[in-house]
């Protein structure tokens, strides 16, 4: 983990504002209502929606229904609560909040002012003393009511009863709706109940406020607004003159005074004095020694207007503020001067326990110190502003913030009409007023992939440049290209190809240009051609993990939130009922394993090019329905994923170039190691780095060399060149089959050791690769051999690459020829199929492959082809039908197999069934769908993107572990799951469904044995195998989808695990040959 930083450091220095402010002054006080309220909820019951008439009791404010156990049980929740739907004629929930409260007399002629700051979800009346007062639509914008016409005076006190009825409703009808405002914090779960969850999650007060005081506008919300000139870090220690601007209201002019204090240390640094001001007024004040805030520098300052007479001041107003200027230089994000990459991640506002976001500063900084920790500078929150407590965690801990307007997509956007733009309009002006002094906030954003066009998105651009000149703002975050040039985009949010991986350092996998188009010899990498805004990649990964189900079902059982893990408990039951349940958590560990490799490659290749300037790591916490984050649901970590992601997931790390997935025996590794230097300062020319080659742990080579060159801010250059020969570890001949300690694990790391401001900064990176003993071309060992079934119909000359020189081709259990008769049809007892092929020589290759079949028809539906219908078995005394254009294809006899052999095919047929149930052992290299009788699915190497779908449903991978595995892979996958090096034969593979509904009759009860797993997304969860064995009859069947078939020559084999893998997996299948019974020689553990 990452060393503490200056910002921990001042977090533990900060005073309150209390210990180094001057009091709150006495004529302006403040009572909070928040706390407990009575609460009566109406909601109409409906024939589909059975529910309640009343449900009465006590609820806290701030908060929503649902949490606090109001609401009817869905499928998907404890307690939902039904919103409002005119399309639908539904009429929603109705709560009613009273409270009655005692406050002191307001002197001097103030007023008594009600007060909602924000989180008004979402529309509400409000009553005072049994007279209404106001009524207010929209939870980012805050309410207030001056409420002194009607309250009951008694003595020196006041009796207050505050009664607010709330809604949901979005007030839609078929002309559109008035409350537009939809995001990410607004939904109960993924999609359910569009609208979301209602209650009231603001503070409620009521404060006396003088005849002359500071304004702070509706609500009290907006604080005086501090600005600076442009900074950089050249500006350190250097006198800053800032300007804090604020606003008089009342009848008479006044003094006011603002003292600038340094919240660290709590010493008052700068003051500064005018008299007789009134309206909107203006004080400069210089800052002596200015101390700048940044992600590793968190400083901030308190500036305090007050009014009146300095020992009695009329009013008070305190704001936080940090000194630090964010500014785009061509395609490059600035900070302070210097460039920044945004190593950002996505916040999909999840908060099981509340619903509605939580209004407590620790509740946001316990998650954002794991941000921190895990190396995080940046979020991007999906179409939501959180309160004001997250903007100070954030200020407090160094985290930049895109709080992105609530315009989830087109679809709520579009359906705004006038009233609820305006309520767009309002509410964006609302938080920027409020929040604009806050260091952390990065830039202003609108809608989530969407761009809403010039004339509109204009008017969001003047709001802010009124209120926030300075800052950042984004149109869209997620559709735009880097060639946009508008006004109202300072950068791009790009969204890259979600559905491939990039490269694994100059290794192309499935697209090697994803994020970079051209790479010079020092593999800095750009784009061509070169955008014209800075360019960050949008939701980025999307990685998709399998859960630890049992544990995560308990969690939600015990923490008491109303929503349900509808999603999980599917999967749970399903493993349960399929004996799989056991073995979930070895799933979750390995499907994290690879979620961390496929982040680390992602993540890698994006730092290689040098126009990048930061990524949405989607997701840290797992949204409702996925399991794509670092953290899972109730934001506890993932055991195998927290601890690793450090390492290159910060503003400097290492990349390699140039380290492959495997090496043979003897090979040279040349790995180049490079810097992406996004720290503080250019890489100084005296910096030490530390190299190590490592052999399943042992170091066979390091070295510790100075950087012989320097790497500028904002840059990457090449600080070392490992190289070293690696050592002979033997060949596929004499390592023996049944040592579990053939392949070995390289390890190449990097780490800085001096001077200590680099090694404490820039983290230390490894990367694994798999050395293999060499392919010898070679002879079987003695007592069996290998017979390759020909022709291979899906592709591939089998006999060049069955990994023995002695290999034979078995007799083919395919003729060569069919005897064709035209123009006639044959009566049939029994039909295989009717099956679209282009012509009569393909309806002949059907029957030939079915062993049954002694005859097949071609229908000539038309020119391009048509239907062969398989018939088996031709009926006693049959008489040929005249059809014109059909065309009988009678196959000769098919010649047996013999009963002891090892078969290598890519296709099993009755034939090689019988062989096997006779004794022989056949080997499957599965490499398309409907080649045997098992049905497949086919697979990638990535982890499946978002929540995944039936065609895009990786997860991960599971190699077991136990002795026959072992024994098979020969020391192949150390971790239980498959690494980088499994790349090229799972890419692209097919797995066997073997859940029992796919599994063959006399397979049911007998099921296979999983050697290596395919990972199912939890939403389908089905048995998947990369790699089984099966004991049939005498004999045995093992079966791959894997893409280990190369075609070897006496020279070598290319990729060494397949050499390695086909090597070992023949070899399994002579040890059951040799073996005396038809046991499949496994420990004593449930078929899997």
């Not at 003088?210 to 919300?221: E, L």
């Not at 916040?347 to 794991?370: G, H, Q």
């Not at 190369?1046 to 086909?1062: D, N, R, V």
């Amino acid at each position: 983990m990452p060393r503490m930083t200056l910002c921990d450091l001042l977090l533990l220095l900060v005073p309150t504002i209390s210990e180094s402010l001057s009091p709150v002054s006495p004529t302006r006080w403040s009572v909070s209502l928040d706390g407990e309220w009575t609460f009566d909820l109406h909601e109409p019951s409906y024939p589909s929606d059975p529910g309640f008439s009343n449900m009465s009791g006590t609820i806290k404010v701030p908060g929503s229904w649902e949490a606090q156990g109001f609401g009817n049980e869905t499928t998907q929740m404890r307690w939902q609560v039904l919103t409002g739907d005119r399309v639908k004629g539904r009429k929603g929930a109705v709560g009613t909040y009273s409270k009655s409260v005692s406050i002191p007399a307001c002197s001097n002629g103030g007023s008594y002012v009600l007060m909602v700051d924000q989180g008004i979800h979402r529309h509400a009346i409000f009553e005072v003393n049994g007279v209404m007062m106001g009524e207010h639509r929209g939870y980012l914008t805050p309410f207030e009511a001056d409420i002194s016409s009607v309250v009951k005076r008694s003595g020196s006190g006041t009796a207050v009863e505050v009664k607010i009825a709330l809604d949901g409703d979005r007030l839609c009808d078929n002309q559109g709706c008035s409350d537009a405002l939809m995001g990410s914090q607004d939904d109960d779960t993924d999609g359910t109940n569009l609208g979301g969850w209602a209650g009231l999650n603001g503070h409620v007060s009521i404060e006396c406020r003088p005849t002359t005081f500071i304004d702070g506008g509706v609500g009290n919300i907006v604080p005086p607004h501090v600005t600076h000139p442009p900074v950089t870090f050249a500006s350190e220690g250097q006198p800053l003159e800032v300007s804090v601007a604020f606003s008089i209201g009342g009848g008479t002019p006044t003094n006011a005074r603002v003292r600038i204090v340094e919240n660290s240390s709590g010493n008052l640094v700068a003051t500064a004095d005018a008299s007789q001001v009134l309206g909107n007024a203006t004080l400069n004040v210089t800052i002596p020694s200015v101390k700048l805030w940044s992600p590793e520098r968190c400083w901030l300052y308190s500036a305090e207007v007050s009014i009146g007479p300095q020992d009695a001041p009329l009013d008070l107003a305190v704001t936080r503020f940090g000194v630090r200027t964010i500014t785009v230089a061509d395609t490059r994000l600035m900070l302070n001067g210097r460039r920044v990459f945004l190593v950002g991640y996505g916040d999909d506002a999840i908060y099981p326990a509340t619903v509605s976001p939580p209004r407590e500063k620790d509740a946001y900084a316990k998650r954002l110190n794991i941000a921190r920790a895990l190396g995080f500078n940046f979020v991007r929150h999906h179409s939501h502003v959180l309160p004001p407590e997250y903007f100070e965690a954030a200020d407090e801990l160094g985290v930049m913030i895109s709080p992105e307007l609530a315009c989830v997509y087109h679809a709520y956007f579009n359906e705004a009409n006038a009233a609820a733009m305006g309520l767009y309009h309002k509410s964006w002006a609302s938080y920027i007023a409020a929040l604009r002094n806050h260091p952390s906030i990065f830039d202003w954003p609108l809608c989530n992939e969407m761009y809403m066009g010039a004339p509109k998105a204009e008017v969001f651009y003047g709001i802010k440049e009124r209120l926030d000149p300075t800052r950042l703002m984004i149109d869209q975050d997620g559709d735009c290209k880097g060639s946009d040039n508008r006004t109202t985009n300072s950068f791009c949010s790009h969204q890259f190809d979600i559905t491939k991986l990039g490269a694994w350092g100059s290794i192309p996998l499935n697209a090697p240009n994803k994020y970079h188009d051209v790479c010079d010899a020092t593999h800095r990498c750009k784009f061509s051609p070169s955008p014209i805004v800075p360019v960050i990649s949008h939701e980025t990964g999307n990685y998709n993990t399998y859960p630890r189900l049992k544990s995560l079902i308990d969690k939600f059982a015990s923490s008491g939130t109303t929503i349900k893990p509808y999603w999980l408990q599917g999967a749970f039951d399903k493993l349960q009922g399929s004996g799989l349940l056991a073995e979930s958590e070895a799933w979750a560990t390995a499907s994290e394993q690879l979620y961390v490799l496929c982040w680390k490659i992602d993540v890698e290749d994006q730092r290689r090019n040098i126009e990048m300037s930061g990524y949405e790591w989607w997701l840290l916490q797992d949204y409702w329905t996925g399991n794509n984050g670092i953290v899972d649901t109730f934001f506890d970590p993932k055991p195998g994923v927290l601890p690793y992601i450090a390492q290159f997931n910060a503003p400097s790390i290492f990349i390699q170039d140039g380290l492959k997935f495997s090496y043979a025996s003897k090979e040279n590794l040349i790995v180049d190691i490079s810097l992406s230097n996004f720290g503080s300062g250019d890489l100084p020319k005296n910096a030490q780095l530390k190299w190590s080659v490592q052999i399943d742990g042992e170091i066979i080579k390091e070295s510790t060399v100075p950087v012989n060159r320097s790497v500028c801010q904002g840059d990457l250059g090449i600080v070392a060149t490992v190289s070293t020969p690696l050592p002979d570890i033997g060949t596929t001949v004499s390592i023996p089959f049944g040592f579990t300690n053939g392949p070995k694990r390289i390890t190449v790391s990097a780490e800085f050791t001096a001077p200590s401001s680099v090694a404490a900064t820039v983290p230390r990176n490894s990367w694994n690769a798999t050395l293999f003993p060499s392919w010898v071309d070679s002879p079987t060992p003695a007592g069996w051999t290998v017979s390759v079934v020909a022709p291979n119909p899906h592709g591939g000359n089998l006999l060049k690459g069955c990994g023995f020189n002695n290999c034979q081709t078995a007799p083919s259990p395919v003729p060569d020829q069919c005897e064709f008769v035209d123009n006639i049809d044959l009566p049939f007892e029994k039909s295989g199929a009717d099956i679209p092929v282009e012509g009569p020589d393909e309806c002949c290759m059907m029957c030939k492959l079915d062993t049954a079949c002694t005859v097949a028809v071609f229908e000539n539906a038309s020119s391009t082809g048509g239907v062969c219908h398989i018939q088996t078995t031709l009926m006693t005394n049959s008489h040929r039908i005249r059809k014109p254009g059909w065309m009988a294809a009678f196959a000769p006899d098919k010649p047996k197999l013999s009963p002891r052999s090892v078969y290598l095919t890519t296709y099993i047929d009755d034939k090689l069934m019988e062989a096997a149930q006779a004794g022989s052992v056949v080997l499957l290299l599965q490499n398309a769908s409907g080649a045997s009788l098992l049905k497949t699915v086919s697979t990638r190497y990535k982890q499946a993107w978002w929540l995944g779908s039936d065609t895009d449903n990786n997860a991960g991978t599971l190699v077991y572990k136990d002795a026959v595995t072992r024994t098979i892979l020969g020391g192949m996958a150390q971790d239980g799951y498959a690494d980088q090096t499994w790349f090229r034969m799972i890419e692209g593979a097919q797995t066997f469904l073997l859940d029992r509904e796919f599994l063959p009759l006399d397979w049911v009860h007998s099921p296979p044995t999983v050697l290596m797993r395919a990972i199912d997304i939890v939403g389908l969860s089905r048995s998947k195998a990369l790699l089984f064995h099966q004991a049939v009859g005498k004999g045995h069947i093992i079966a791959t989808g894997l893409n280990c078939f190369q075609e070897c020559s006496s020279a070598g084999c290319e990729f060494p695990e397949k050499a390695w893998l086909m090597d070992r997996l023949l070899r399994y299948g002579g040890s059951l040959l040799d073996a005396s019974t038809a046991a499949d020689g496994h420990e004593d553990v449930a078929p899997r």
